[in-house]
């Protein structure tokens, strides 16, 4: 009988898991819907090196990125009117001689009723994703396309609008970041890969992984600037190739040169 009941409670237990994933997933498309008309739900704030995103009518909530990450917040601080949360992910010295730039970090400041209000993007961020390319990035998700099979949303690189705002040199990423842990050429790109812990604990110690982080930057030899950013954060993923915000002449000048 005992048995019966054990079985039956987990099988309770597995079914409001379920129906939990499935509330969190339906926020992140709301989220997406919101994206679509950006300027109706959303505002930008760019100040003191810092990218805010404001979240105009909240729909997420705190649990729903302890979900997500598979981790607890590094800190919290109290706030007049509700907290914010803050994910610091530390950079890995490729030696006990070599001091790194310290920090990306990640602050989500939510309301009263634990819903997100705002994400801030720290300024050593905004170093690999200046803030003209992160805006238009994060504005063209709300045009993006659902594979529901790998949780991916992807952008057509013909909803990106053409930018000319300037990107960051290897030299200056290498100054402000530190040495990489790694550097190698894929295909007719020069790579330099980091790689970060999370100041934070995992909910559960079997998600202790979660707390590795990377990011990969890829960069156009001929110029030495950065052409894509490819990382991942507890186990979220993100990826920007700067090279589709280049307008049509400049794209295909680009894949000729790449070809020469």
């Keep these: 009988m005992m048995t019966i009941r054990r079985s039956c409670l987990r099988a309770l237990l597995t079914l409001l898991a379920v129906g ?96 997100l209000a705002a994400f801030d993007f720290s300024p050593l961020f905004l170093e690999m994703a200046p803030p003209a ?8 998700l709300g045009s993006g396309k659902i594979d529901q099979g790998k949780k991916q949303l992807k952008v057509d690189p013909e909803d990106l609008p053409h930018l000319s705002a300037k990107l ?22 020069n790579v330099l ?20 982080a990377e990011v990969k930057l890829s960069f156009d030899p001929s110029t030495d600037e950065l052409v894509r950013l490819a990382g991942r954060f507890a186990g979220l993923k993100l990826a920007i190739d700067y090279r589709k915000f280049l307008p049509s002449r400049a794209r295909e000048e680009k894949k000729t040169a790449s070809a020469d």
């Design 133 to 140: 390319f992160l805006e238009a990035s994060i504005r063209a």
């Design 20 to 115: 939990l994933s499935g509330c969190v997933w339906l926020r992140l498309l709301e989220i997406k819907y919101q994206l679509a008309d950006f300027d109706a739900h959303m505002r930008v704030q760019v100040a003191n090196q810092h990218f805010i995103l404001n979240l105009l009518h909240p729909v997420l909530f705190s649990e729903d990125f302890r979900y997500l990450t598979k981790l607890h917040p590094s800190r919290i601080e109290a706030l007049p009117q509700g907290y914010r949360w803050f994910l610091d992910f530390r950079v890995a010295p490729v030696s006990s001689k070599r001091k790194t730039a310290g920090a990306i970090a990640f602050a989500l400041t939510f309301t009263p009723d634990d819903q």
């Design 168 to 189: 960051p040199s290897r030299s200056r990423i290498v100054e402000v970041m530190g040495p990489p842990a790694e550097e190698f050429r894929d295909r007719d790109l």
């Design 193 to 212: 890969r980091y790689r970060l812990k999370a100041e934070a604990l995992p909910v559960e110690p079997e998600y202790e992984n979660r707390r590795l």
